[in-house]
């Protein structure tokens, strides 16, 4: 709002009394006295409601300057105690800065980070500070600041290396401990205290002041007058619309006004509405309550007493101003920290500081981002008082937080947001943790705000409301800031350190405790449940604390009393949890096998059970550390191991993962989604670490102190499979058991899962502490993992893999061992593959795939052995050795009961029966045995004597079975299924099991010496894999051949089903075609020996052929004839700005616009494309009449859109779906007469005046008398041959008569943006200058992709420029002649003098092109009255003549001075063509003068010449050889030399294109002193108009620069242009242009052609014609725009070192330029394919379409 700021005159009483103030007098009055806080207040109170607060408006610069003069400058004179202009920069001088920077990043601005030396995530540094420092050459993150947070460059805490860059790296000869109030007299120091003590009293007092009406003690004003405010305040409920209308409605204000009071109401968290007397504002502020009432709590609104805004407003200036002053030296910027701090009388947390913070949430967000700068810029950059601040922050910390949670205002507005700038300082955080007890308080405060508990106390968040909901997520910044206290693990332990972290781990474990069993679920059984429970609280608890669980192990991990202690804590909790475990739970006792255990009856499947044990889990961790750290050998005596009972510890974890394996066989189906996506977290990479995976440790660690078989016995009653496998004729199971199928069903499934979770206990070995492995073992193993599945991309990676607290997966220092990069193309992204000597550690069973990936995984290394001869069994890889305390695990392997359990699988699947047993349970079975031989084989390699190996397996899968009795081995059962036909899937695994136990009985026979048998599968095999190699190119040959087919008869089957539609019409049509069909075609040879030539009398006649072409729709031929059917391409027309020299020529008023002719400069053009599909017009038109019903019947169904606006008459090509919105007719190539004696260039001038004069004065007769005034000209009498009253016969067939109309009028309509209208004049104007554009825009592309002018082009736009030629040479037919000869006349009159046409323009002002392309095209309607055997060519090629001159003419008044260039020695041929030159240019000297300046060289003038007119040439062979269909000379096919020759022989030139003049001079001379003297010449070349000079180059777009936060830094630097200074949200780079807007807001929307629409969609109406290109910089995606209603993302060209685009910026890789991606972009919009690439995009994903791309 910067309205009525000057209409307030400042009142002459008041001028007066500022006039007299001497800021020198009133310093030197305070210095004397002894009350400096009453003094200054009282000038306070005088002055402050003088200079503030007198209108409407709150803060014009004139207020500001008045505080300046009045209030500021005696308050420095005071403080440097003499001028402050001499006084403050002596201080400056004085001034040692300290070595952080501290830069303050403003919103959208680039930081920094080092993935290899940040201490945390959340050290950054600016970008000039990064770009000084050694981390650019680092692995390093690249984000965008939310705004807040400064840089941290010069922060030793921050960096492990490298703190400083080269700016900030410190003098070694200053000493840093120095005080800074060393430099500081004593004086000075005392004032300065002082005047900060006053100024910021005042400042807390004002900004802490609560009443309306009333002012703090001292500063109430001498007069009081009735002005009030009416103050609307921000809050986070109220929406933006809500707001605007509401004040509409209240203070009864314009739309626009109210938007601008909505968005400072939010910028600055409030705004007067209104400013009056008392009531007025009481008024507003009621109808405001009321109108928001309604739906939740009213907007805030208060009547202020104008003297309070007033003070407020200043001692927000206050607050700026000390900012400002501190700045000058250290040693202020100290004075204030203390002045601050220092405690008030009230006491403990009294001081300044103290009460700013704890008014925090009562305060507007404009006050609150002031004062947070201070501290910001004090504070926290005075090491000595961060710390003190530090601790009186962690002092209020449960205050400021509950403020917070109860306050509505996002994080960033509070000042709890600055916890982050203390707590992740290493040294502060340890200080706070053992001074302050922060860790307790921070959670202490957190369980005190979560209150929903149940009767055991834990939480429950089942029927929580939104607002606590809203409250809840809240709550979560306290666990950020717990995690800020834990990010970096002390190095050093003192002893009140550990009683600290201990005492607040007692506390963490309380807030566990009270997870510890939440949101247990009950299976539902019979009917469904009603309603889904919450879940997601629990979760996203879970989900936040998984990483302080993870740093509270870590801290653990660094100290072994710390571990011992904790261990002991965390058992006691558990224990605590578990009191009652074995309550109400009957006892019974299991036996199998010869072995029983006691334990008691349960069933996951009837009672309740949680997915949450975050108790157990810890402890699970813990106990990894004992033995990672070997505590649990060195200290058992400390460990309460006796303590633990292992049936207990595995018993909820085990329930937890039954529960899983019982959702996954479909028990739990009626218990709803609820439960799924429970299941899916618990094994989600987010939350698995500190879930599933530790679940999983606590059943090893349970199972390592327990009988394998009694650990076994409980898994199997667990899973409710204990009857099966325990009765004594189990394996005769499909005798009995075949009662219910789904049951037989369940218990299949439950028994693979089961079997599954054995493989997991024994074989998950490579976490360090359970197996014998390195830290990075693990990751490389998932990764590998991975890449098993398919070669994947880094992101893919990274969202695969677990991140730690830093952001970090570890993935960057292992990846190279396990995978190999590979770049990406054009297209795509970069992939890593896994290495193929990994492909051997590959494990099926994998503890983290899911079933799909297992599956996938299965299939890709299955067929990358087939690949490689290989056989296909997959056999479990060789594991690491347990660690010493999980050793025993290895034993389940060969445990009875296992044993028992195996064989009985086994016996099922050799008497298979109905489906008692699965495939994939004895894949399992197999995969087990498998394990258990490699682990005897292992041991057996690594003992140096086999006698010692207690681990024998062979021997006891040879025993036979126990019951029921003697049944076979599990060897013997082995062998039996080796040969089973039914089983030929397995038989590979089979066969590598028998093997691999040969080779073990081997080793055993064998005495050690003996080298080991190798196991690998033999050679023999590798032909006949070779062979099955080549079958399967073979069949995969064969597929693609068979989907070929299918797709051909789909599209067949297509075109079938429309004709089938249109029957009649398809009927119709092959009678007329039967009878034309039967004749061949007929090439012609390419050319005669003759030269080719493409224009004039000798042009070269093809010989007759007749076209035929093939409609797309009806699939019948046609032959294209002028009197035949008409056959139509479809095309899209469009607008365009591709070429444009000028893009600040604002967009032409299409009602009268005259599109005659075309400024060089090319700023608005008409294209033309097709993608060449042909139909009949009278298919097309059916098609599209049945496009335009299914349209309407859809939009009325369901308001869906699509990607095409069929009222527009736009549609998709039917073949291949591009987006068209006309068609163009084909026409028949137009057969010049053959010459016979033609006139010269002197004879055809006289005659054509004449026939012109003729014209006129017939033209003139068909006007209505009243309009033309009396001429007194002399009635021209025509010549004899030329009757300008003949009316010509049409040539055209009624169909292709209407096509005419039809492009025609789209022309039109699309080029002028007007309704069709098909009377209108212009309609041929606009053809004819499309065909131009687009011949231009072709020409251009070939140049620019280096691409010869013949030969190159697709069919589809040779078709498209032969039609366009065509079509424009006919269109004068469907035209009113007479307006067609009128263009003629005036086109002509441009080149030949008329007066009778007015205003012709200037040569300058006109494109050759255009001009050669539209006088050609019109020439035919005078033509078609001349009888007199004057041939059509020999008019073209004067006509052309004609124009090359003018154009030469063009070029050397636009050439430019010369430039300074070694004079170029030139071969004797060229030396004409210079002269030449010379001679052409002096006679343009002579006609323009002094304007054109002298030049010498003729070398340079012929360059100019030569190279400034090729284009033109280029085209018009183009535009003729289109026209005519005269084939090229092999020479243009090519990029070859000589061009220049043979391009002008082609069109019939002479090579020295001055000859053109020098030939004619006589008929020239008149001419060209005509265009000379046209007035518009002088003015254009003195600098009055557009001056473009040729040849124009190509456009490019703009160029970006290769690193990629240069992007981010121009925009965070780039403010909204409507919104006076504020930072733009969304600011969006015109890559056409250049220009930077400000983009998805409010601010910025316009008004266009009766819409509102955002900022690009505005930018592209002037600069792109309709279509834009942008780049969104914060997002880092480019944006197409097409109109107001298309629109698609596409990938930028910037890519990360992986190959990768980075749409978001969410994973802050570096990005780089890629220059190919960027070309292709470009090439996209230089062939004016943006919109079809919508419209592609948006076919392919339908919510494109939905999105409001206007508002952009
Ligand atoms: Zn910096
Ligand atoms: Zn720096
Ligand atoms: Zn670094
Ligand atoms: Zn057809
Ligand atoms: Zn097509
Ligand atoms: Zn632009
Ligand atoms: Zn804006």
Not at 1230 to 1257: D, F, N, R, V, Y
């Amino acid at each position: 709002m910067a309205a009525a700021e000057s209409d307030r005159e400042v009142p002459s009483a008041l001028c007066t009394e500022f006039l007299n103030f001497s800021v020198k007098d009133t310093a030197s009055k305070w210095l004397q006295v002894t009350d400096l806080y009453k003094e200054v207040y009282h000038h306070l109170a005088r002055y402050v409601p003088k200079i503030y607060c007198l209108g409407p408006n709150l803060n014009p610069q004139s207020e500001d300057l008045l505080a300046q003069m009045l209030l500021q400058a005696p308050l420095e004179w005071y403080l440097c105690g003499e001028d402050p202009s001499t006084g403050l920069a002596k201080l400056e001088q004085n001034n040692q800065p300290s070595q952080l920077c501290g830069h303050v990043f403003k919103v959208g601005e680039p930081t920094y980070s080092c993935r290899e030396c940040a201490a945390d995530p959340t050290c950054v540094l600016c970008m000039q500070c990064f770009l000084g420092s050694v981390h650019k050459e680092h692995r390093y993150r690249m984000t965008t600041s939310g705004g807040g947070g400064f840089c941290d460059c010069g922060d030793t805490e921050a960096w492990k290396k490298g703190p400083y860059c080269q700016k900030h790296e410190p003098n070694i000869s200053d000493s840093c401990q120095e005080d800074p109030l060393a430099h500081l007299s004593t004086d000075m120091i005392a004032r300065c205290y002082n005047v900060f003590s006053v100024v910021l009293k005042y400042a807390v007092d004002m900004l802490t002041w609560d009443k309306e009406d009333e002012l703090p003690l001292g500063l109430e004003p001498p007069d009081r007058s009735d002005t009030y405010y009416c103050m609307l305040f921000n809050d986070e409920v109220h929406t933006y619309e809500q707001v605007i209308y509401t004040l509409q409605k209240a203070v009864n204000c314009t739309q626009k006004e109210a938007v601008s009071f909505a968005t400072t109401v939010d910028r600055d968290g409030r705004k007067s509405v209104r400013f009056g007397d008392f009531a007025f504002c009481e008024l507003a502020k009621s109808v405001i309550v009321r109108n928001t009432s309604r739906q939740s709590k009213p907007l805030r609104v208060q009547v202020m007493h104008s003297s309070v805004v007033a003070h407020q407003c200043f001692a927000l200036k206050a607050l700026h101003w000390l900012g400002h002053v501190i700045g000058y030296s250290d040693a202020l910027r100290r004075i204030l920290c203390q002045v601050g701090l220092e405690r008030g009388p009230e006491g403990e947390n009294s001081s300044l500081v103290d009460t700013l913070m704890l008014c925090d949430s009562k305060m507007w967000k404009g006050a609150r981002n002031v004062y947070h700068q201070l501290f910001m810029s004090s504070l926290l950059m005075d090491l000595k008082y961060k710390k003190l601040f530090a601790i009186q922050f962690a002092k209020n910390y449960e205050r400021l937080q509950s403020d917070y949670v109860k306050d509505d205002h996002d994080r960033e507005f509070s000042v709890t947001d600055l916890s982050v700038q203390m707590f992740t300082v290493p040294s502060l955080a340890r200080m706070l943790i053992t001074e302050e007890n922060l860790m307790t308080t921070i959670i202490r405060t957190f369980v005190d705000h979560l209150r929903h508990r149940d009767l055991q106390g834990r939480f429950q968040f089942e029927r929580y409301t939104a607002q606590q909901a809203f409250k809840f997520r809240r709550v979560q910044s306290l666990i950020g800031d717990l995690k800020y206290v834990l990010i970096s693990r002390p190095t050093e332990w003192s002893d009140q350190l550990r009683e600290k972290f201990l005492e607040g781990l007692d506390t963490f474990l309380e807030l566990l405790k009270c997870m510890q069993g939440m949101d247990p679920v009950v299976r539902q059984v019979g009917q469904h449940i009603e309603m889904e429970p919450e879940w997601e609280a629990a979760f996203t608890l879970q989900m936040k604390l998984t990483h302080i669980i993870s740093m509270i192990q870590e801290w653990c991990a660094t100290d072994e009393r710390v571990l011992i202690e904790a261990y002991k804590k965390c058992l006691t909790a558990l224990t605590h949890c578990h009191s009652g475990f074995a309550d109400g739970e009957q006892p019974i006792t299991l036996s199998m096998c010869g072995h029983s255990v006691d334990t008691i009856r349960y069933c996951v499947s009837q009672e309740k059970v949680s997915i949450h044990l975050p108790v157990s889990r810890l402890l699970a961790g813990l106990h990894v550390l004992l033995s990672k750290m070997e505590v649990a050998y060195r200290f058992p005596e400390q460990l309460p191991l006796s303590e633990l009972s292992p049936p207990m510890l595995i018993e909820h974890p085990l329930r937890c993962l039954v529960l899983c394996a019982q959702v996954h066989t479909g028990m739990w189906r009626r218990n709803g989604f609820s439960l799924v996506n429970q299941i899916y977290y618990y094994h989600n990479v987010k939350c698995r670490v500190e879930m599933f995976d530790k679940d999983l440790i606590m059943l090893q660690a349970g199972a390592s102190m327990m009988d394998p078989n009694h650990f076994l016995m409980i898994v199997l009653s667990r899973f409710e499979l204990y009857h099966i496998f325990s009765s004594a004729d189990c394996r005769k199971r499909y005798n009995r058991e075949n009662a219910n199928k789904d049951v037989v069903q369940q218990n299949n499934t439950l028994t693979e899962e089961m079997l599954h979770l054995i493989m997991m206990v024994v074989g998950e070995r490579f976490e360090a502490g359970i197996g014998q492995v390195e830290g990075c073992d693990e990751i490389k193993r998932e990764i590998l993992h991975q890449l098993c599945i398919r070669p994947m991309a880094h992101s893919e990676l990274v969202k695969a893999l677990p991140e730690n607290e830093n952001k970090e997966t570890g993935m960057e220092r292992v990846i190279d061992c396990v995978a190999s990069f590979k770049k990406p193309g054009v297209t795509g992204r970069g992939l890593y593959e896994l290495r193929p000597e990994c492909a051997k550690q590959f494990n099926l069973y994998f503890h983290h795939y899911s079933r799909a990936d297992q599956s996938k995984a299965e299939e890709a290394q299955r067929k990358l052995k087939r690949q490689n001869g290989e056989d296909t069994a997959l056999p479990p890889p060789v594991l690491p050795p347990f660690c010493p305390l999980f050793a025993s695990l290895v034993n389940i392997l060969q445990c009875d009961v296992l044993l028992g359990m195996l064989g009985a699988v086994l016996q099922w699947a050799v008497e298979p029966s109905a489906g008692h047993w699965s495939e994939s349970m004895l894949q399992r079975v197999l995969h087990l045995i498998g394990m258990a031989l490699l682990e005897e084989q292992q041991q057996l390699e690594n003992s140096s004597e086999d006698n010692d190996v207690y681990f024998n397996f062979t021997l006891k899968m040879s025993r036979p079975g126990e019951a029921p009795s003697n049944t076979a081995s599990v060897l013997a059962l082995l062998e039996n299924l080796q040969n089973a036909p039914h089983l030929e899937v397995h038989e590979g695994m089979i066969r590598w099991l028998l093997k691999t136990v040969a080779g073990i009985k081997m080793m055993r026979e064998r005495s050690a010496s003996t080298s080991t048998v190798t196991t690998s599968g033999s050679r023999g095999q590798e032909e006949t894999a070779c062979d099955k190699d080549k079958e399967e190119r073979k069949r995969k040959a064969e597929m693609a051949r068979l989907r070929r087919e299918k797709v051909m008869a789909q599209m067949s089957e297509m075109q079938r089903h429309f004709i089938n539609e249109n029957k009649e019409l398809f009927q119709q049509s092959l009678e007329e075609l039967d009878a034309s069909t039967s004749t061949s075609l007929e090439h012609s040879p390419v050319s005669s020996d003759a030269a080719l030539a493409c224009v004039g009398p000798r042009r070269s006649r093809p010989r007759e052929k007749r076209q035929v072409v093939t409609c797309i729709l009806c699939q019948e031929e046609q032959e294209i004839r002028a009197d035949g059917k008409a056959m139509v391409l479809a095309a899209f027309v469009q607008r365009s700005t591709v070429m444009s020299k000028n893009r600040t020529r604002p967009p032409h008023d299409p009602k009268h616009y005259d599109p005659l002719f075309m400024h060089p400069d090319l700023s608005f053009g008409t294209h033309t494309g097709s993608c060449g599909h042909i139909m009949h017009s009278h298919c097309w038109q059916r098609y599209f009449e049945a496009v335009q019903a299914k349209e309407q019947r859809r939009q009325q169904r369901l308001r869906v859109h699509t990607s095409y606006d069929v009222g527009n008459g736009e549609f998709l090509c039917p073949l291949c779906e591009c987006l068209s919105n006309t068609v163009i007719p084909l026409l028949p190539r137009t057969m010049g007469s053959s010459s016979c004696e033609q006139p010269g260039l002197g004879q055809w001038l006289k005659t054509s005046g004449q026939q012109i004069k003729a014209m006129h004065s017939a033209h003139r007769k068909l006007q209505p008398v009243s309009t033309v005034e009396e001429t007194v000209e002399e009635e021209c009498p025509a010549p004899e041959v030329f009757t300008v009253d003949y009316i010509p016969t049409n040539p055209y067939s009624s169909t292709i008569k209407e096509m005419l109309a039809t492009f025609g009028t789209a022309t039109y309509k699309v080029g002028l943006k007007v309704h069709p209208n098909e009377q209108d004049p212009r309609i041929p104007i606009m053809c004819w200058s499309s065909c131009a554009y687009t011949i231009q825009s072709i020409e251009r592309l070939l140049v620019d992709e280096k691409k010869p002018l013949f030969g190159s082009l697709p069919c589809r736009q040779d078709d498209c420029l032969s039609s366009l030629a065509r079509f424009g040479s006919a269109c004068w037919t469907a035209a009113c002649q007479p307006t067609v000869q009128g263009h003629f006349i005036r086109l002509l009159a441009a080149l030949i003098p008329d007066p009778q046409v007015e205003a012709s323009p200037c040569i300058l002002d006109v494109d050759m092109l255009h001009l050669l392309v539209s006088v050609v095209l019109s020439y035919g309607s005078v033509h078609s009255q001349d009888s007199s055997g004057l041939s059509v060519d020999a008019v073209q090629l004067h006509l052309f003549h004609l124009i090359t001159v003018a154009h030469m003419v063009q070029i050397l008044l636009t050439s430019g001075p010369e430039e300074v260039t070694m004079e170029q020695e030139s071969g004797e041929a060229e030396r004409g063509e210079e002269e030449g030159a010379c001679r052409l240019y002096n006679t343009l000297r002579t006609h323009v003068g002094s304007s054109l300046p002298e030049v010498g060289s003729g070398w340079h003038l012929w360059r100019c010449v030569k190279t400034g007119i090729l284009p033109y040439l280029r085209g018009a062979a183009l535009f003729f050889h289109h026209l005519h269909g005269v084939p090229a000379p092999p020479e243009l096919h090519a990029l070859c030399p000589g061009q220049w020759e043979v391009l002008c022989g082609y069109l019939s030139l002479p090579s020295n294109l001055l000859q053109l003049f020098h030939g004619q001079q006589e008929l020239l001379e008149p001419l060209l002193h005509g265009w000379c003297t046209h007035p518009g010449i002088q003015q254009t070349l003195q600098g009055g108009g557009v001056l473009v000079s040729f040849p124009r180059e190509s456009n490019s777009l703009v160029d970006l620069p290769d690193d990629y936060s240069a992007l981010i830094n121009q925009a965070s630097s780039f403010t909204c242009p409507k919104s006076g200074g504020d930072k733009s949200r969304a600011p969006t780079l015109c890559l056409v242009c250049g220009s930077m807007l400000c983009s998805q807001s409010y601010c910025c929307q316009t008004e266009l052609e009766g819409e509102d629409v955002g900022a690009c969609t505005a930018h592209t109406f002037a600069c792109g014609a309709g279509v834009g290109i942008f780049l969104r910089v914060r997002e880092s995606q480019v944006l197409f725009l097409a109109g107001k209603t298309k629109g698609c993302f596409y990938a930028p060209p910037y890519l990360d070192d992986y190959g990768e685009t980075d749409q978001g910026l969410r994973r802050g890789n570096p990005l780089h330029l890629c220059h190919e991606r960027y070309r292709k972009i470009q090439k996209l919009w230089r062939q004016h394919n943006i919109t079809e690439e919508i419209g592609h995009a948006q076919e392919a994903n339908q919510t494109l379409v939905g999105i409001d791309w206007q508002h952009l």
